[in-house]
């Protein structure tokens, strides 16, 4: 194969390599849809000639689809015709989707929208503040030319497509990610996995998001590989629907957050574990969110009867700033956990945990590819690179480092345009700061947490998915949690509040007795553990703890949701003084809201 500058020609390359070879399997309930190469080519040359015509090479399209074999046409047709794909979840008729959709439209600049023949009436109406930009299905027929199709002039410092975060932030921004970045960082995914083309990936992740989209679709053709995806609410649904898509479809390459593998062991029935064949899976990815010790021995040891390795786990790091990866555990390898001192890792350091104290254990995101990324661990007040072992923000650098946020200059600076204090010249610029906590520790990287969401609690560094974590393990009807602090009190000492998902909660006889008993076992364990008290926690059903896209909770809107009464509470228990913060004043009164504060 000839060499290529863009990921368009790449994609142009496997296309005339593979011909009529399965590129997606689509699994639904209800059968399964295939996507061949040359259909796949055919398809995207139609759209193509459609954005081409109509002067849009260069221009933002905003993509709106179930994510689907739609979706997969829709972005290869925009990368045919040279246009910078704007994906973006397919909104629900909730008036804040379109409102955020809206933002995302309006700062893209976008020329078009494209999506399926059954959304479209309703994007054309929520989105009516930009009816001169059309809105076409691209499921509804020919669009364009085909055969009238030329591929464009493309460069690799131009734009492939714009990933739009998806904190919780009321500003969405633009990750400008140009061929070369995606080029870099796609090389980067097949060095660290030993990618092949015959090697097979498996999904569930959306795949307007960066690792449903860069991991498990423009991985596969980059390497001409196939893979078999499902729409993430059939995995929510049923999770043991994913593994037995492994099996079935022979996945040798496949993963989600740390919650799937969670939700799996909390959730595949025994009876399931018969028919499932996991055998094949050779690197099974943990990213997204913290990677956690007591999940990976769980899972491993409830699927190892239907043939899951440990040693196939592969937790990693990235984010969408760096395109999608940064660092992956070397293959067939265990993971690499250290068990290390709690109050020591409260105060900074990672050191050995020592008999009798309190522990936590860490899991490695595996080490980072010099050919792909330099990597710091920085003080974030004094801009200076710490020793091995110490915890810092992670800084990164390299050629998979998008350019910036899409027209947003000062973002742009203040997060891609770092530099170290203690280097001097060209060498102390162009650094990433990723606000994520973490530290190096025997060549390993070691990610902590984030570093706006550090609880300060009695003057101790509390990481928000420890304490989740632990007030999980209390229950099995436990599951998601959001830990955050409020500033409460005389003095605005900070108090601790959790947000837990209860299983089944409201159809017991008694829901208050069996939400104090619950409570308090959860605020024992966290005393214990933690020696802290958490004096308010809410009980929710499942679901309401929100999470981004790619799986991170998201832990500043629900504190925000709790501050403004907007937190769905089966069962809680709130101090006063925390409850003394709440404003009701803008919430819905049709909704169950936090009730009055109690005393367990």
Not at 40 to 56: F, H, K, T
Request: glycine share 10%; proline share 6%.
């Amino acid at each position: 194969m000839s060499h290529q500058q863009t990921y368009t020609e790449r994609v142009l390359a496997r296309v005339q390599e593979r011909g009529g070879a399965e590129a997606f399997a689509f699994v639904r309930d209800t059968g399964v849809e295939r996507l061949g190469y040359a259909e796949l080519d055919e398809r995207a040359r139609d759209i193509a000639s459609w954005l081409l015509d109509r002067g849009l090479s260069g221009r933002q399209v905003l993509l709106l689809y179930p994510s689907d074999l739609s979706f997969v046409t829709a972005f290869v047709g925009c990368l045919y015709a040279g246009a910078v794909a704007v994906p973006a979840p397919l909104p629900t008729d909730r008036t804040r989707h379109f409102e955020r959709l809206a933002r995302i439209a309006g700062d893209a600049r976008v020329g078009a929208v494209l999506t399926t023949a059954a959304a479209a009436p309703d994007i054309e109406a929520g989105l009516s503040g930009i009816r001169s930009v059309p809105c076409v299905a691209t499921d509804a027929g020919p669009l364009g030319d085909a055969a009238q199709w030329r591929a464009p002039d493309l460069r690799p410092d131009d734009l492939a497509f714009l990933q739009y975060t998806s904190g919780s932030t009321s500003t969405p921004k633009g990750v400008m990610v140009s061929h070369r970045n995606l080029m870099a960082n796609e090389a980067a995914i097949q060095r660290s996995l030993g990618a092949t083309g015959d090697s097979v990936f498996g999904s569930w992740l959306p795949l307007y998001h960066d690792m449903g989209l860069i991991g498990h679709v423009l991985q596969p053709l980059w390497l001409g590989a196939r893979a078999a995806l499902m729409e993430p609410g059939a995995f929510l649904r049923r999770p043991v629907g994913w593994l037995e898509m492994i099996g079935e479809h022979g996945v040798t390459i496949g993963g989600g957050p740390n919650f799937a593998y969670d939700m799996c062991v909390r959730r595949v029935k025994d009876a399931d574990l018969a028919r499932l064949d996991l055998s094949g899976w050779e690197s099974a990815c943990n990213g997204a969110e913290p990677v956690r010790a007591d999940t990976l021995a769980a899972f491993a040891h409830r699927f190892a009867p239907a043939g899951f390795r440990p040693e196939a786990f592969f937790p990693c790091y990235g984010m969408a700033e760096t395109t999608l990866l940064v660092s992956g555990a070397p293959r067939g390898a265990a993971p690499v956990t250290r068990r290390v001192d709690a109050a020591a890792l409260e105060r900074g350091a990672v050191v050995p945990a020592v008999a009798d104290a309190p522990e936590r254990t860490l899991v490695s995101s595996g080490t980072v590819r010099a050919e792909d990324f330099e990597v710091r661990i920085v003080e974030p007040a004094t801009s200076r690179a710490v020793p091995q072992g110490r915890v810092g923000e992670i800084w990164v650098r390299g050629a998979s480092v998008a350019g910036g946020y899409w027209a947003q200059t000062q973002a742009t600076a203040q997060t891609f345009g770092a530099r170290l204090a203690d280097e001097a010249g060209p060498a102390a610029a162009g650094w990433l700061r990723t606000g994520d906590l973490g530290a190096v520790a025997d060549g390993q990287l070691f990610v902590t947490g984030r570093l706006k969401e550090m609880m300060l609690v009695n003057g101790r560094n509390i990481y928000p998915h420890d304490v989740e974590a632990a007030a999980r393990a209390v229950d099995r009807s436990l599951g998601t949690g959001a830990a955050f602090t409020v500033p409460a009190g005389p003095e605005g000492r900070e108090r601790l509040v959790l947000v837990l998902e209860a299983t089944g909660l409201e159809a017991v006889a008694d829901i208050a007795e069996a939400g104090r008993e619950l409570t308090g076992r959860v605020q024992a364990a966290l005393a214990r553990e933690f020696g802290i008290a958490v004096g308010s926690v809410l009980l929710v059903a499942p679901g309401t703890v929100r999470r981004t896209t790619s799986g991170k909770i998201q832990r500043t809107l629900m504190r925000r949701q709790f501050l403004t009464g907007r937190t769905p509470a089966v069962h809680a228990v709130v101090e006063p003084e925390a409850e003394r913060l709440v404003d009701r004043s803008g919430a819905d009164p049709g909704e169950r809201l936090v009730g009055r504060p109690t005393r367990s």
